[in-house]
């Protein structure tokens, strides 16, 4: 397990790009819409790692709820798998709770899953694996 990537949430994602292309001194290298999740994703490298900046596509999305309740700022931190189906059934026998039964289609090219953030000292966990295109 690697830490994959940390996303954060933005009220206003083209100020935010313009902020963290200051930041990191260069582009984005993704930007995605996952229509179900309604979230628009834009993702910085960082090393070995990423930053994925999250913008509510919906006023009713899981990303205007959180910014509304919480403000912007970090949301999740995401962590990539080998397996993610096995990774969800250990987590289960060691008493995590899973947001979602089975695998959803994640950002930039990842079938995800989260794990509820009770379970990690308030944390989201966010578990990962990549797909093939």
């Known amino acids: 397990m690697k830490t994959e990537h940390i996303g954060i949430a933005v009220s206003n994602l083209e100020e935010a790009v313009k902020h963290y292309e200051k930041l990191f001194n260069?582009?984005?290298y993704k930007r995605e819409v996952i229509e179900d999740q309604k979230v628009?994703?834009?993702?910085?490298?960082?090393?070995?790692?990423?930053?994925?900046?999250?913008g509510a596509t919906s006023d009713?999305?899981?990303?205007?709820?959180?910014?509304?309740?919480?403000?912007?700022?970090?949301?999740?931190?995401?962590f990539e798998v080998d397996d993610l189906e096995k990774e969800m059934k250990r987590?289960?026998?060691?008493g995590f709770r899973l947001l979602s039964n089975k695998p959803l289609k994640g950002a930039d090219n990842k079938i995800i899953v989260f794990l509820h953030p009770k379970d990690a000292e308030g944390v989201l966990v966010e578990l990962c694996q990549s797909i093939s295109d």
């Open 40 to 54: 628009e994703t834009v993702f910085f490298k960082t090393g070995e790692s990423k930053v994925e900046l999250l």
């Open 26 to 28: 260069r582009p984005p």
């Open 60 to 78: 009713d999305s899981v990303i205007a709820k959180f910014i509304r309740k919480k403000g912007p700022g970090i949301h999740h931190i995401a």
């Open 91 to 94: 987590m289960q026998s060691e």
